[in-house]
């Protein structure tokens, strides 16, 4: 079984027209529209995620169950990580009082551009790995060095102000929703520092990793207005995004050692795995704080009348 699709043109051109036809209808009735609720929110991100599957089962059929195996692994891979975006975006737009209605639009065009940027790291970094297998070595390095400085500490806020003040600065005049799109755009661009490296551990196969980021992230403007304001719920996610990419990391340099491949199914399910226990870890977490905070009400005295 083969363990890449290779894609010809007209794979690639269906994939493009697809993602096309989508950006198109999303621009006119999705999650681009001004207004947006909750509920638009909630039907697109089902919409995008529903398509993103769909395009996965296909795979799956005609290319063989290493090359779904291996989307899948890249999707939730991305699909995770793009919530750091999220709590990025949020205090993008909250510094720079971005009107919620300007939100979506930014958000799609400051994607879009961050996409198509992805893309040229995505075929050089698989070049790069197909022609020197000692790059694989530095992406290791990479991995897991992001890996741990997430367990280590938080920094999205420093990353989000960071960019904010390099755009204040070097952009003065710019209104607030053409500053937001320059620094969504650019947050984008070093999250995909540390993702791309992650996906390329999994498959070298362009139109796999491609396809996984484009669905990934097209999708990220429907989940940022249905999660932005739970996001901080998810507490022990960071720690478990921390695991995957030096799981990962181990995952690379094993490959080198031994020449051996880890089976892309137990990447797959690992990745899964290590999800479930940081969203449930950090769900109980929550629930215990509750329970903290009611129970001094609980035991408080009324006053006597």
């Given at each position: 079984?083969?363990d890449?699709?290779?894609?010809?043109?007209?794979?690639?051109?269906?994939?493009?027209?697809?993602?096309?036809?989508?950006?198109?209808?999303?621009?006119?009735?999705?999650?681009?529209?001004?207004?947006?609720?909750?509920?638009?929110?909630?039907?697109?991100?089902?919409?995008?995620?529903?398509l993103?599957?769909?395009?996965?089962?296909?795979?799956?059929?005609?290319?063989?169950?290493?090359?779904?195996?291996?989307?899948?692994?890249?999707?939730?891979?991305?699909?995770?990580?793009?919530?750091?975006?999220?709590?990025?975006?949020?205090?993008?737009?909250?510094?720079?009082?971005?009107?919620?209605?300007?939100?979506?639009?930014?958000?799609?065009?400051?994607?879009?551009?961050?996409?198509?940027?992805?893309?040229?790291?995505?075929?050089?970094?698989?070049?790069?790995l197909?022609?020197?297998?000692?790059?694989?070595?530095?992406?290791?390095?990479?991995?897991?060095?992001?890996?741990?400085?997430?367990?280590?500490?938080?920094?999205?806020?420093?990353?989000?102000?960071?960019?904010?003040?390099?755009?204040?600065?070097?952009?003065?005049?710019?209104?607030?929703?053409?500053?937001?799109?320059?620094?969504?755009?650019?947050?984008?661009?070093?999250?995909?520092?540390?993702?791309?490296?992650?996906?390329?551990a999994?498959?070298?196969?362009?139109?796999?990793?491609?396809?996984?980021?484009?669905?990934?992230?097209?999708?990220?403007?429907?989940?940022?207005?249905?999660?932005?304001?739970?996001?901080?719920?998810?507490?022990?996610?960071?720690?478990?995004?921390?695991?995957?990419?030096?799981?990962?990391?181990?995952?690379?340099a094993?490959?080198?050692?031994t020449?051996?491949?880890?089976?892309?199914?137990?990447?797959?399910?690992?990745?899964?795995?290590?999800?479930?226990?940081?969203?449930?870890?950090?769900?109980?977490?929550?629930?215990?704080?509750?329970?903290?905070?009611?129970?001094?009400?609980?035991?408080?005295?009324?006053?006597?009348?």
């Amino acid at each position: 079984m083969p363990d890449v699709v290779s894609a010809g043109p007209l794979a690639w051109a269906g994939l493009l027209t697809l993602l096309a036809v989508m950006i198109v209808v999303d621009l006119k009735a999705g999650s681009a529209q001004k207004h947006m609720t909750v509920r638009t929110a909630a039907v697109w991100s089902g919409a995008w995620i529903a398509l993103s599957v769909a395009f996965g089962a296909g795979l799956w059929v005609l290319g063989g169950a290493e090359a779904g195996e291996s989307y899948f692994a890249g999707y939730v891979m991305e699909k995770a990580l793009s919530l750091d975006n999220v709590f990025v975006f949020t205090l993008i737009f909250a510094a720079l009082a971005v009107p919620r209605d300007e939100q979506p639009r930014v958000l799609l065009w400051g994607i879009l551009i961050a996409l198509a940027l992805r893309a040229v790291f995505i075929f050089a970094g698989a070049e790069a790995l197909e022609t020197y297998s000692w790059v694989a070595w530095p992406f290791a390095a990479l991995l897991a060095w992001t890996g741990w400085r997430i367990l280590r500490a938080n920094e999205e806020h420093d990353t989000g102000a960071k960019l904010v003040g390099r755009v204040r600065l070097r952009f003065p005049g710019l209104e607030p929703a053409a500053a937001a799109l320059l620094a969504v755009a650019l947050a984008d661009v070093i999250f995909a520092v540390d993702s791309v490296p992650a996906i390329l551990a999994i498959t070298t196969d362009t139109f796999i990793v491609f396809a996984a980021n484009a669905f990934a992230l097209l999708g990220l403007r429907a989940l940022f207005f249905l999660v932005a304001g739970a996001v901080a719920r998810f507490k022990h996610l960071q720690v478990g995004l921390g695991v995957l990419l030096i799981g990962i990391a181990g995952k690379l340099a094993y490959g080198e050692v031994t020449g051996a491949k880890v089976p892309t199914a137990f990447t797959l399910g690992a990745i899964v795995a290590v999800l479930v226990v940081a969203i449930a870890a950090s769900l109980r977490a929550e629930r215990r704080e509750q329970v903290t905070t009611e129970e001094p009400a609980k035991l408080r005295i009324p006053d006597r009348v």
